[in-house]
């Protein structure tokens, strides 16, 4: 982060205009986001997407990985997961409209393995182009509630998911939220 105000320091002194705004650009990379005392924050090993966790929840490793790069932090039967995926489109508008992702991601996880049903529960873009989506299943293992954001960025879909059980999900919801607000993938 200190490279940002040695970058203001010579351009400064080398004559270029410095605005405001790049001003208040390196403070806050040096200054860091504000966030919660009891947050853990996570980057990714390649950089390219950065959030934010409660502490009570702990990095856990997944014996076979099977896309570009993965992640997952639990506590108990809480979980949030990122895992990253090249593609060949260019915004998630290219592949369809919230709903119809959502659609996909629920018959999808109604194909999954002991899984009785499951429901969409909301799907929606948000502001920055991601979709936010919200989907419940009910499986031989229980019955779960998941929140995802789904990000298309330089050819690479970013998708996380942050999961209770049904009976435990108002509850887990802010800890879920606070992932899934901070979640911020780096244009490459």
Sequence with gaps: R????WWLVVATASGLQVGRRDVLAAAALVVGPARAADDAALVSDLGDFSF????????????????????LVKSGKRQIGVVVDRVKIDSLAD????????????????????????????????DDGSYRLEYTNESSRGDTHFIARVVVADHRLYVMTAQARVDDFLAAKPD?????????VRQL
């Design 2 to 5: 200190m490279w940002w105000w």
């Design 52 to 71: 934010r966790y409660p502490e009570t929840f702990q990095v856990a490793s997944k014996p076979v990985k099977t896309h570009l790069e993965e992640v």
């Design 95 to 126: 592949f369809g409209t919230p709903d119809f992702v959502g659609d996909k991601v629920v018959a999808a996880e109604r194909g999954r393995d002991g899984v009785l049903a499951a429901d969409l529960v909301d799907a929606r873009r948000l």
């Design 176 to 184: 879920l939220e606070v992932a899934l607000t901070s979640f911020r």
